[in-house]
């Protein structure tokens, strides 16, 4: 507030008025601690504000004891560098704490707060973070959301004492990187991102029918045969097909693979790998027909979407191949509890045509190939159970029962959730139409081309992992939830991005904040604060749409007034009311405004927010009907010109 009073001081002084040149009203962007406001995401269980403010500047230190608390002082040094470019002098002398960062390592079975639970007490003259070395990494995200995006001398950070834990054990984020190949430097940064909001699984689809990316050095040809499309179709309409002449090809040696799993470990984020099967095999079995059911068939790596029949056929030689691959997936992946099998949408024409399928079906007495589906997953199961670890299938894994061990990955909606989770499974919430994300954000005609129905950013925010039909018992097995990003239509890094963000930051609240915490508008809020530091990473997101856009019925003598605040710092809203796009010459939108909605005659307004660098969001459309006749009167005062608002104001 001081430097609100500085600013209006010096503009009396210059006889300048803030109203001459109205702007138009931008979201506050987390620049400064003015506001003197906690913006955390995801919001913490608890905040206690206790007055005054701490400086942390460059001759604050960091206090550290254990080994843990070291590699939590380098996390923290890391982001001090990166943005601001110094570096904390690291310290385990406690003698002299004053204007320090103070780290505590609690061990797990010594705090009520759990392996990721932290506290966070920052007062004026130091900051103390205590908990376990996961537990001090998340209070670290919770600490850097509170600096301001430039350093000027000193960070001031608002004194407050905040506690957290989270609510789910899984927080997920996926990425498919099968159907378009994703280079592994973007890999890392995506993770970044995910450990910046406190998820802890990143869960890789290396693994499809379009696309084999994972570097088997038992079987070179998976990746020298399966790792190449020669072409993708365009648009979603197979018949006739119309290819792009575009090749995809790209897969990561095991040496890349190692050096991401262990940067995604410094970020305490646990990497699952995918590898599908019996179903999804198109490039495997391009690369080793003599795995699949059929001879002399045109195995080759898909170049369309959807379901296809080629499958593993259930040999003894095929489960040595998948067993020497899923071997050698393990050791890449050792700080991985799961190893993902897939299970879905399998196919089962070549099961039904294969006799060595209808004798192993004799043999085995199994009634159906599903029930063949579910010898080949608990085969598999005994192999990765071995190797001490536990396998993690889609929701089909449940058709024809499987080991209460298996986790499972819900997709189909909820009931497969609710009926694995009665059955005493653990369960991964992962409904299509909540939490996929290669699904449009908005109007599908004004959104770039993806598959399924809409899911909005409050779409995302509202939904719970936890059923209500289930038991609090039976709920105890949802172990969380997680985000998808499935890459048919999504070609290169910045596509992802748009796609997942910000609708992950949106996810990351529901997973780690208490139900009672939650609350959208002030969500909203807090995202407008946070775009910018996704800005500074270059973070191509979906710019969201302005704040008091929405479809309105208005009843007879009510005025709509256009009343809009722009989302992001510094941008600008173009908008037209003819139906047609906005574009940089359309009008700008600057104050609030009455708009003229006649009886019976619908004012459509479409708007366009535009960056600073030139950035577009989508087009969003408001449709504003009144029923009735309009008593309007011409002469209406926009409100930044009443005088009671500028006196509100104090200008």
């Not at 930051?505 to 809020?525: G, T």
């Amino acid at each position: 507030m001081k430097r609100f009073l500085i600013i209006g001081f010096l503009l009396v002084l210059s006889g300048c008025s803030l109203w001459e040149k109205p702007k138009q009203k931008t979201a506050k962007p987390q620049t400064d601690v003015i506001f003197g406001e906690i913006s955390i995401i995801p919001q913490p269980a608890s905040i206690i504000r206790t007055g005054g403010l701490f400086e942390l500047n460059r001759e604050t230190k960091i206090v550290v004891a254990a080994e843990s608390s070291f590699r939590a002082a380098n996390s923290l040094n890391e982001i001090l560098f990166e943005n601001y470019g110094f570096t904390l002098s690291v310290s385990d002398d406690r003698a002299n704490a004053e204007n320090s960062i103070v780290f505590s390592n609690i061990a797990a079975n010594e705090t009520t707060m759990g392996e990721e639970g932290y506290s966070l007490k920052i007062a004026p003259e130091l900051i103390e973070i205590s908990g376990t070395e996961r537990g001090m990494f998340y209070a670290i995200q919770s600490l850097v959301q509170l600096f301001p995006l430039d350093f000027t001398g000193a960070i001031q950070i608002p004194a407050a004492e905040i506690t957290d834990a989270p609510r789910f054990a899984y927080r997920g984020m996926h990425l498919d990187v099968a159907r378009h190949f994703m280079p592994p430097e973007f890999i890392k940064k995506y993770i970044e991102l995910l450990a910046q909001y406190k998820y802890n699984y990143f869960h890789w689809h290396l693994t499809d029918d379009q696309g084999w990316r994972i570097e088997i050095k038992k079987y070179p040809r998976l990746t020298e045969i399966g790792s190449n499309r020669r072409e993708t179709v365009v648009g979603k309409s197979y018949k006739p097909f119309v290819g792009d002449g575009i090749p995809v090809k790209g897969f990561y040696t095991q040496e890349q693979i190692r050096d991401i799993v262990a940067f995604a470990k410094s970020k305490h984020i646990t990497v699952i790998p995918e590898i599908d099967m019996p179903g999804h095999s198109s490039a495997a079995l391009a690369a080793y027909p003599a795995y699949g059911c059929k001879t002399n068939y045109p195995y080759r790596v898909q170049t369309t979407w959807g379901g296809f029949p080629d499958v593993f056929c259930p040999t003894e030689e095929t489960f040595r191949f998948l067993e020497d691959v899923l071997g050698e997936v393990m050791e890449l992946f050792p700080d991985s509890p799961y190893v993902h099998i897939g299970g879905d949408e399998v196919m089962m024409d070549h099961w039904r045509d294969s006799a060595f399928v209808r004798e192993l079906k004799r043999r085995e007495n199994l009634k159906s190939e599903q029930a063949i589906q579910s010898w080949f997953i608990r085969r598999i199961e005994d192999f990765v159970s071995s190797r001490g670890k536990k396998i993690i299938g889609w929701d089909e894994i449940l058709e024809e029962g499987v080991r209460p061990s298996a986790t499972v990955m819900a997709w189909r909606g909820f009931e497969p959730g609710i009926k694995a989770a009665r059955a005493g499974h653990n369960v991964i919430m992962t409904p299509a139409d909540a939490v996929y994300f290669d699904h449009p954000q908005g109007n599908a005609a004004l959104e770039p081309l993806s598959l399924g129905g809409q899911i909005t950013l409050e779409d995302v925010y509202k939904f719970d992992p936890i059923p209500k039909e289930l038991s609090p018992e039976d709920a105890n097995n949802i172990i969380g939830a997680q985000g998808c990003v499935w890459t048919e239509f999504i070609k290169r890094p910045k596509d992802v991005e748009y796609m997942a963000f910000p609708r992950a930051l949106a996810l990351a609240e529901v997973l780690w904040s208490k139900q009672r915490v939650k609350n959208f508008p002030e969500f909203l809020e807090k995202l407008y604060r946070e775009l910018p530091r996704l800005d500074r990473k270059n973070v191509h997101y979906r710019i969201p749409k302005p704040n008091g856009l929405f479809d309105r019925n208005l009843l007879a003598g009510e005025k709509m007034v256009l009343d809009l605040t722009v989302p992001i710092a510094d941008g600008k809203i173009y908008y037209t009311l003819d139906g047609t796009n906005p574009n940089l010459k359309s009008a700008l939108y600057q104050v609030p405004f009455i708009l003229d909605v006649e009886s019976n005659k619908p004012v459509e307004l479409r708007a366009k927010v535009v960056s600073s660098n030139g950035r577009e969001s989508p087009v969003f459309i408001a449709k504003y009907v009144r029923r009735g006749n309009s008593t309007v009167g011409k002469n209406y005062v926009p409100p930044l010109n009443r005088p009671e608002v500028k006196k509100k104001n104090g200008r």
